[in-house]
């Protein structure tokens, strides 16, 4: 079972995270899925951790830019992206607080939503925001029937209505909890994952 350290506040502390010698995060399936379909264009990664997310959009021809709270985390992101000769950019904010005015043909977010209230609640429309006319949004993150294990307090959890109910005007392409299996760290476990794929309406603009 993955565990994370919470702080006294009750949430997660993301920091501790990525302390010490830790294995890379794999590539996030459904990311590689939905992105592999769409021509490169401009990509927001909320949450993007140690940059594995970004790092494969921007080998692909993306221009991606990786949000995170966590110092080590984007450490990390920018040295891989070094490494790989990606051309990604990172920058070390809290998405609970974090505002742009750019807009991307697509945005993701991987176990990353903060917890439930006025940061999740705050995190959810910038990535709707964020989105261009005709863009992608995808969005991931532990479905709340783990609560009932014990395996994460509620709060931490999503649900398909809380994901959806969030893009009011938005072509849901998917909307479902699948199991998968899910890596960080040292350690892998199946879970039920609540998966949201939505469209803007609008009209995509050609980009140079």
Not at 34 to 45: H, M, V
Not at 106 to 116: D, G, K, M, N
Request: proline fraction near 5%.
């Amino acid at each position: 079972m993955t565990e994370h350290r919470l702080r006294a506040n009750g949430d997660i502390d993301w920091e501790a995270a990525y302390e010490g010698d830790i294995p890379d995060t794999p590539v996030d399936r459904d990311v590689v899925r939905i992105a592999s379909k769409l021509p490169p264009g401009n990509a927001l990664d909320l949450g993007c951790g140690s940059g594995q997310n970004s790092i494969w959009l921007g080998a692909r021809g993306w221009r991606v830019h990786g949000v995170d709270v966590a110092n080590g985390a984007i450490e990390r992101a920018e040295s891989a992206a070094a490494r790989a000769g990606v051309p990604a950019t990172f920058e070390r904010s809290d998405i609970t607080t974090w505002r742009t005015r750019e807009r991307y043909d697509l945005v993701i977010s991987t176990y990353a939503l903060p917890s439930r209230g006025p940061g999740r609640a705050h995190a959810l429309t910038v990535a709707r925001d964020a989105v261009a006319p005709g863009g992608t949004l995808l969005i991931s993150d532990f479905d709340r029937s783990l609560a009932d294990s014990g395996w994460m307090a509620a709060d931490h959890l999503v649900s398909l209505d809380e994901l959806t109910g969030a893009l009011p005007g938005f072509e849901l392409e998917e909307a479902a909890v699948r199991v998968t299996e899910h890596r960080h760290g040292t350690e892998a476990d199946d879970l039920p994952v609540a998966i949201v794929v939505a469209r803007h309406p609008g009209t995509a603009t050609l980009r140079a």
